[in-house]
């Protein structure tokens, strides 16, 4: 299957102020070293719900990268710029700092159905973590989600293989996911697909001040295949090997060489994730 897709950042007419997102109180992290079974064990997906005017944000993106470091291949993070603190200064002449807009069609999606109202939030493959009616959690919690993530049993092996070329002036992303289950799951199963950016330099809110040249990384540029992926199985066995091919036509301000391809199964209903892949764009 075959799908050609238009990237589209959206634009929403509102403006943010600073002041009020969610502090980060220490201990920010304790790990040690962990030598990870990447064939057995789980691959977690780790969303980090963000924003450039967040004065609190950036310790939870170190927080984030000290994660996939500690559990290298095994854990991977998505920074999801939506709300609040995402709306750039073009929006709000007063402000003039923020020109960039890191907002998309995915991630305003995303951050509106799980009603995010604060930054940094996150989930760890969008399970329950110490509450039964929020799969977003504060950062003193990412990393014992993270730990308890990472000790289940692998839900699915999966490969993916990306290739870009540029003609004249387009650049076109082909990648190609294979799949199969270990074990049979109870519902119906979706394949997401999204793209994200890295090293992308811009101001940020650290604290009190603005850090005119912070690095953005694990940025969400948005989904190949739909807000919510697509359906892969409503009755999935161990022997299928599921392949899916998507070609996308990327936006020009994207530099290819920082790109990458994340691949995620999720239950259709639930939107809770199984598995994740991360690989290069090129």
């Known amino acids: 299957m075959k799908r050609t897709t238009y990237f589209l950042l959206s634009v929403l007419l509102t403006s943010a102020l600073l002041h009020s997102c969610t502090k980060i109180e220490a201990p920010y992290a304790t790990t040690k070293e962990v030598k990870a079974d990447t064939t057995n064990n789980r691959w977690v997906l780790l969303e980090d719900y963000t924003g450039m005017k967040c004065q609190n944000c950036p310790e939870a993106a170190i927080l984030g990268k000290t994660l996939e470091k500690l559990y290298e291949n095994q854990v991977y993070v998505i920074a999801v710029h939506a709300g609040y603190f995402a709306y750039p200064d073009s929006l709000s002449p007063s402000s003039p700092f923020y020109r960039q807009d890191f907002r998309n069609p995915t991630s305003n999606t995303w951050s509106s159905t799980f009603n995010v109202k604060t930054n940094p939030v996150g989930n760890v493959n969008r399970v329950y ?154």
Not at 195 to 209: F, K, L, N, R, Y
Not at 228 to 257: C, F, H, M, P, Q
Request: proline share 1%; charged share 20%; hydrophobic share 40%.
């Open 129 to 282: 973590y110490n509450s039964s009616t929020d799969i977003f959690m504060q950062t003193s919690e990412w990393t014992g989600a993270v730990g308890a993530q990472v000790k289940l049993p692998k839900a699915a092996v999966i490969s993916m293989h990306n290739n870009v070329t540029i003609t004249g002036g387009d650049t076109t992303l082909s990648s190609s996911v294979q799949l199969r289950f270990l074990k049979k799951f109870q519902g119906s199963y979706n394949l997401c697909v999204c793209i994200v950016e890295d090293s992308i330099v811009g101001p940020q809110q650290v604290g009190a001040t603005v850090k005119m040249d912070y690095v953005f990384n694990d940025l969400l540029r948005g989904s190949i295949n739909g807000f919510w992926g697509e359906n892969i199985t409503s009755a999935n066995d161990t022997v299928t090997v599921i392949k899916k091919d998507y070609t996308s036509r990327l936006s020009g301000k994207w530099r290819t060489n920082h790109l990458r391809v994340i691949a995620f199964i999720q239950n259709a209903d639930t939107k809770q994730v199984l598995h994740v892949i991360s690989k290069n764009a090129k």
